[in-house]
């Protein structure tokens, strides 16, 4: 795992540091100051070097270090957790992670009505099976990462996929109506079926199935992923390739 300071982690260790060793001097300064009044200047003058060096001394590795370390913990869980989030072959959020954010948004829209809209889609690589049999599963590996790029490429900004099955997505759209979360769909599965795949002789022309559930009321995850899968099977049952939306019962 690479751990890899910014030019502001580097500023908040050194800032740290300073700023630590800065307030050990004036602790030492303060608990030492009732002997100040007995010496004489020189004695005074001695006194307050040692008060500033003794400190200074130990305090500036030993709080660098600390705060490094305490840096590189950051570093290292925040990558921990994209890790544990992401699916490791398509860079799109896990099943898991998708589930849990697509639930965070629906329970601030039970409390915000502002949010308490938007569409769920469920998008099958259609064929698949054929892809890996020709082409071989390394191959196949490709044809879904261009799929998860190609979903992310077509999304709005704040929009979240993540891939819930072997080849099969999701997307959640908050705050979109039927139209626009029709709009997206439909660019969606445009933009997949005019990937060049592979990019060699041996063409393939990739496509999706995409089933969607429009909310405008209160909804969970579970209902969003029934509604849109039924409606992605009817996309499949009808010649795939398409799109099929349903908006649920407010």
């Not at 690479?2 to 500023?11: C, E, P, R």
């Not at 601030?108 to 890996?132: C, E, W, Y």
């Not at 196949?140 to 929009?159: E, M, N, P």
């Not at 005019?194 to 209160?218: D, N, Y």
Request: charged residues 20%.
């Amino acid at each position: 795992m690479k751990l890899d300071f910014s030019a502001t982690g580097w500023a908040r260790v050194i800032a740290g540091t300073l700023g630590g060793t800065v307030f050990c001097i004036g602790a030492t300064l303060i608990v030492d100051s009732v002997r100040f009044s007995g010496m004489t200047d020189a004695e005074l003058s001695s006194a307050i070097i040692v008060d500033i060096l003794l400190p200074t001394g130990l305090a500036v590795p030993l709080l660098f270090l600390l705060l490094y370390k305490m840096r590189q913990l950051a570093i290292a869980h925040h990558e921990i957790s994209i890790i544990a989030s992401t699916d490791n072959l398509t860079a799109v959020l896990n099943r898991g992670a998708f589930k849990m954010l697509v639930d965070a948004y629906l329970q601030q829209a039970m409390r915000q009505p502002a949010h308490n809209a938007g569409a769920f889609l469920v998008i099958d690589a259609d064929h698949f099976k054929s892809i890996n049999d020709r082409f071989g599963h390394q191959e196949g590996d490709v044809a879904l990462k261009l799929i998860a790029q190609t979903i992310q490429t077509s999304l709005r900004q704040g929009d979240i996929v993540g891939r819930i099955g072997g080849e099969e997505f999701g997307v959640f759209l908050p705050k979109a109506n039927l139209d626009q979360a029709g709009i997206v769909a439909e660019r969606i599965r445009r933009d997949i079926n005019e990937i060049e795949f592979p990019p060699s002789a041996r063409t393939h022309a990739l496509s999706v199935s995409v089933g969607g559930a429009a909310f405008g009321g209160h909804t969970a995850y579970d209902d969003l992923f029934r509604v849109a899968d039924k409606c992605l099977y009817s996309a499949k049952a009808g010649g795939r390739n398409q799109v099929i939306f349903q908006r649920l019962a407010a």
